[in-house]
């Protein structure tokens, strides 16, 4: 019986693990350039003395759905959607250099050229971009050249600032971090520019979360849960049947 036991306690542990991710990606079905994380369960052998018959359920994130997201037509000069594969970089809140495909972009009061998150852009100078206030216009350009307008100057006098740091890594070597932010799986391993990345101007790359997709596996979780405090259940009953006949013994 504590073997049953002991399957559907680690079985129902490893659901609500699942819920929970899954909740995740359902809470951000509208986060812009948000990756839905993936989740798979398997089965793990315990190890340690009396325990070689003990196998457990082990629910384990294997990566995130890299697919791209739609993309919203926005008709704001600081807002980008990068097209097909590549990466904004960004700094973290460690100062370490990190990726995302958020494009909402913004300039805090110092200038500095920020995503919504807060996090500083990088620009392929080696440090996070600076806008020169006060200004008119500002343009981010196909190629991520951010060009501003000084304010007063005339039309045709768009100065160049910075170039909007964009790569193209293979998707294995990224991992994502607890904040949402992609890092090299190698620590402290950073990518070089890629000039082949492109922008969308005026325009975000929504969330690639499936609602749909993301209530049903939720469901089917909940139907499972249920199905393992069951078969607690029926193991409780059985190992007080067990005793009721040793006691008529």
């Given amino acids: 019986m504590d073997r049953s036991l002991y399957l ?8 609500m693990y699942g819920l929970q991710l899954h909740a995740n990606n359902l809470a951000n079905v509208r986060t812009a350039g948000f990756r839905a994380d993936l989740a798979q369960a398997r089965s793990m052998q315990a190890y340690g003395e009396g325990l070689p018959s003990r ?5 384990e994130s294997p990566g995130q759905d890299m697919s ?3 993309v919203m037509t926005t008709g704001r000069d600081l807002d980008v959607a990068v097209e097909g594969d590549g990466w904004l970089t960004v700094l973290d809140p460690s100062g370490q250099e990190a990726y995302t495909r958020a494009g909402h972009l913004k300039i805090d ?8 998150s807060g996090h500083l852009m990088m ?18 350009g196909k190629d991520g050249t951010v060009s501003v307008l000084p304010q007063g100057a ?11 740091k964009l790569v193209r890594p293979d998707h294995a070597n990224l991992r994502k971090d607890a904040n949402g932010l992609f890092k090299s799986k190698t620590p402290n391993e950073v990518f070089d520019a890629d000039a082949g990345v492109k922008l969308l101007n005026g325009a975000l790359e929504g969330s690639n979360v499936n609602a749909v997709g993301e209530m049903t596996s939720m469901i089917d979780l909940q139907r499972h849960f249920e199905m393992q405090v069951k078969l607690m259940k029926t193991a409780e009953e059985m190992d007080a049947a067990s005793s009721s006949l040793l006691r008529l013994d």
């Fill in 123 to 140: 620009g392929e100078n080696g440090g996070p971009i600076f806008i020169p206030l006060p200004i008119s216009k500002i343009e981010i």
């Fill in 8 to 15: 559907a306690m680690s079985g129902a542990k490893q659901d």
């Fill in 154 to 164: 005339p039309p045709e006098a768009m100065e160049v600032v910075d170039r909007l």
């Fill in 68 to 70: 791209q997201g739609s």
């Fill in 55 to 59: 196998v457990f359920s082990m629910t």
């Fill in 109 to 116: 009061q110092t200038g500095m050229l920020q995503n919504g």
